[in-house]
């Protein structure tokens, strides 16, 4: 990519519906890192000019040409109103049924604005303030922020790490279940270490959770994001008491690069009766979200291949670049997400390793503190970006560990 300094040498913008087209084919290589630069999403106006922005979750795509088609036709016909989850409730039941075989009634699930928002009403639902939530660590942060914001007590259970990476530590998660435990926050698919949970380990944790009397709660919003070869299986799909009672939340917003827009479901389970959302919560949904996520789920399936392809190429890609320019960061490539999980704990940094990556690369990578206490050595690394991008961070950060 050379320095972010000097003139792109790409060609000039691209049209919206050349753009639609060229995302077909690969929607990581649509836009030139000035054409990036002009975007006032937070992730490119977070940080001096300089600077390359690979934190937080926001795809450096074009999108999806059903998604773009939605919202020009919206503004065309000033639909620009209050939400309904009419329409977006049984795309997602259509996807889930074909993607994972998951028979989601189209009247069950609830309207809320993001996953997080989700999560807040069903640990209304299973807890009260004062219960412990447990959350295996490292995990997305906002989860420690919810909590908090509802007065549980945080638990914190570890993944345990091994040579190909994370798994639970099941000995460690009875002991905390069986601590007085009320909920089981679960990231299914897990951010930011890209495990995907297998049958046998969601099994245990449904036999866990129903032994102790504990609720599941699963953020599975990255499930869409899961790379060949792997198999994402739904929490509630399980032949299992302890899945029946437990509530999923999801939404187009990772896989299709939708997270401003403002739209998520909240999936009681089989047994569970209709959930009372109060209104201030539904109506923070937005209208262009709700119709993104249903042009997503229903039409935008070939695009979401692409882009999986092309996230798949560079998870490979990114541990090639490290092989050369930082051949002691930890990596272990992701079975979904794009999001990168990377250990600089051998290069002995004098701050913590997000700092350091800023400072002296003019990287911007989320920090592995802000995941997992003790984590100030890890970082998280946005992968969904051109491969121009990704070389050149690479090579930035090999250049500054070379200090």
């Known amino acids: 990519m050379g320095n972010a300094g000097k003139p792109s040498t790409r060609r000039p913008f691209i049209g919206i519906m050349e753009a639609m087209n ?5 929607p990581f290589e649509s836009y030139s890192i000035d054409q990036l630069r002009t975007r006032r999403s937070i992730k490119w106006r977070a940080f001096d000019p300089d600077v390359l922005p690979l934190w ?8 999806a040409p059903a998604v773009t088609e939605a919202l ?3 503004v065309r016909n000033g639909d620009t109103g209050y939400p309904n989850s009419i329409d977006l409730a049984p795309a997602f039941s259509d996807f889930a049924a074909d993607h994972f075989g998951w028979r989601v009634p189209r009247d ?13 009403v069903a640990l209304d639902e299973v807890s009260r303030p004062g219960d412990k939530v447990i959350v295996s660590t490292p995990v997305y942060p906002p989860f420690f922020d ?6 549980r007590q945080l638990v914190s259970c570890p ?36 495990r995907v949970y297998t049958r046998a380990e969601l099994e245990t944790i449904a036999d866990l959770a129903q032994r102790y009397d504990v609720r599941v709660i699963s953020d599975e919003v990255h499930a869409p994001l899961t790379m060949p070869r792997y198999t994402h299986i739904p929490f509630a799909t399980l032949d299992h008491e302890a899945a029946a009672r437990s509530f999923t939340c999801v939404a187009a917003s990772k896989a299709w690069n939708l997270a401003g827009m403002k739209a998520a479901l909240l999936i009681p389970g089989p047994e569970l009766g209709d959930i009372e959302v109060p209104e201030y919560v539904t109506m923070g949904t937005g209208l262009f979200g709700v119709l993104a996520g249903t042009a997503a789920f229903t039409h935008g399936r070939e695009w979401l291949a692409h882009a999986i392809a092309g996230i798949d190429e560079r998870r490979v890609y990114l541990q090639e670049l490290l092989n050369v320019h930082a051949p002691n960061v930890g990596y272990v490539p992701p079975q979904a997400t794009y999001l990168a999980w990377l250990d600089f704990s051998a290069y002995d940094l004098p701050t913590p390793a997000a700092q350091y990556l800023l400072e002296h690369a003019r990287v911007a990578v989320n920090d592995g503190a802000t995941f997992v206490q003790g984590g100030q050595n890890f970082v998280r690394l946005n992968l969904a970006t051109s491969r121009d991008v990704l070389s050149e961070a690479v090579t930035r950060i090999g250049t500054a560990l070379s200090q």
């Open 72 to 74: 020009a036709t919206a």
């Open 108 to 120: 069950k699930p609830v309207l809320v604005p993001d996953v997080m928002a989700g999560i807040r």
């Open 56 to 63: 937080i979750a926001e795809m450096d795509a074009a999108l």
């Open 22 to 26: 060229h995302a077909g084919q690969s």
């Open 159 to 194: 993944l345990a790490r091994t040579d190909d990476g994370y798994r639970f530590d099941f000995d460690r998660l009875e002991s905390v279940f069986a601590d007085g435990a009320a909920v089981y926050l679960m990231c299914n698919p897990h951010n930011p270490v890209g």
């Open 146 to 151: 919810n909590i908090s914001v509802l007065e």
